[in-house]
């Protein structure tokens, strides 16, 4: 019993659970051959209560579909990050646009619905396995 | 030669006090339990009695889907419930982050015993009170993700066949080997309804029912120890 116990502790405390520590490169399709695509929303990032998080969230709209693009971020480290578009600091209301890929670079987020930005106003670094707040951009 | 072909019949009453564990995709169980049992019949092969389980129950991240029985099945007829179509236009789903619930049940033990030293059985919590830790979880609910920032475990337990149940409730299949007199080891398949309910995000079922309790039915194998008095 105690064995079993323990083995199950181990198995939920491994890394797997961790964002990789890398940085990623990229870009938006034709984003090297044109110039002309620009954020329909942005905002820096701020450090939430449980992490710290820099860099910059972009919202794009690209042959008719959203992208979020987190660009020269650094995010710490922690377990079961996940990205989201929120309609609240603290989500309640929110998309998940699923895990974080890494933990520093530039990235993309494919966005499957059509959000009014209006209301999801926020791009959120968030621990959702402890719901702690990492960091938030303000989407304008 | 002659003692042995002729074997005293196994004692009226089997009493023991059990350990066991169990282990599943992300979650697990502990349980500790006193069982009371009468053997049956002539030469006493059948047993049946009563429990008292103590079951701890821990995962991370796992589904709890919609729990009360008319919303998840097509019929709430005791029993047939159990072999009902299943109505997952209903279903929502509750993620649980760290779910931990800790029961106490009384419970009701079947055996059979296959000689001296084999027996199988099967056991379930009838009724009983839970407790445990709340614990964060993301609802999604026709494509809609919310936050449920404290979702816990209801406190009263009650069989009631299948998706009618309440609360979390424990069973077993096992298949047990007697060491000596005293000692047993157990060889456990486990299922195991576990519930949590909301409190601040709620599922509108599409008959406008307001939903707040989720159920995930766990499976899991794993061992046990016995002593028996």
């Known amino acids: 019993m105690v064995v079993c116990a323990g083995a199950f502790a181990v198995a939920g405390c491994t890394k797997n659970n961790a964002t990789p520590d890398a940085r990623l490169n990229e870009m938006l399709p034709g984003a090297d051959t044109s110039s002309n695509i620009t954020a329909k929303y942005m905002g820096n990032f701020g450090n939430g209560p449980f992490g710290s998080v820099t860099g910059a969230a972009k919202i794009y709209l690209v042959n008719g579909q959203y992208t979020l693009a987190l660009e020269n971020v650094a995010i710490s480290n922690g377990p079961d990050l996940h990205v989201y578009l929120s309609k609240e600091l603290q989500p309640v209301n929110f998309i998940d646009l699923g895990k974080l890929k890494a933990t520093g670079g530039n990235q993309l987020y494919t966005i499957a619905s059509m959000p009014d930005f209006t209301l999801y106003k926020y791009a959120l670094i968030h621990c959702q396995q402890y719901n702690h707040l990492f960091g938030s951009a303000a989407l304008k | ?229």
């Not at chain 2, 004692?11 to 697990?28: L, Y």
């Not at chain 2, 009631?160 to 005293?182: A, C, H, I, V, W």
């Open chain 2, 1 to 229: 030669m002659a003692a042995s072909a002729q074997q005293s019949p196994l004692p009226h009453i089997n009493q023991f006090a059990d350990g066991a564990g169990t282990i599943g995709s992300s979650e697990g169980s502990v349980a500790a339990s006193y069982v009371h049992n009468w053997r049956l019949g002539k030469k006493r092969k059948w047993e049946a009695g009563l429990g008292l389980r103590y079951t701890g129950y821990f995962g991370t991240k796992k589904d709890f889907r919609t729990a009360p029985g008319r919303l998840a099945r097509s019929t709430t007829t005791p029993f047939i419930i159990v072999f009902a179509g299943q109505k997952t236009e209903n279903w929502d789903t509750l993620t649980v982050q760290r779910p931990f619930i800790n029961s106490v049940n009384l419970s009701v033990n079947f055996g059979y015993n296959f000689n001296s030293k084999w027996s199988g059985g099967f056991n379930i919590d009838l009724i009983g009170f839970s407790f445990g830790r709340k614990s964060s979880a993301v609802l999604t609910s026709n494509g809609i993700t919310r936050t449920e920032p404290a979702a816990s475990t209801p406190a009263f337990n009650v069989l009631l066949t299948g998706d009618n149940d309440y609360g979390s409730l424990n069973s077993e299949f096992f298949l047990k080997y007697k060491l000596n007199d005293r000692w047993g080891i157990r060889a456990i398949y486990q299922f195991y309804f576990a519930e949590y309910t909301t409190s601040t995000v709620k599922q509108t079922a599409p008959d406008g029912t307001i939903v707040n309790r989720f159920r995930n039915k766990a499976n899991t194998y794993g061992a046990g120890i016995a002593y028996h008095f």
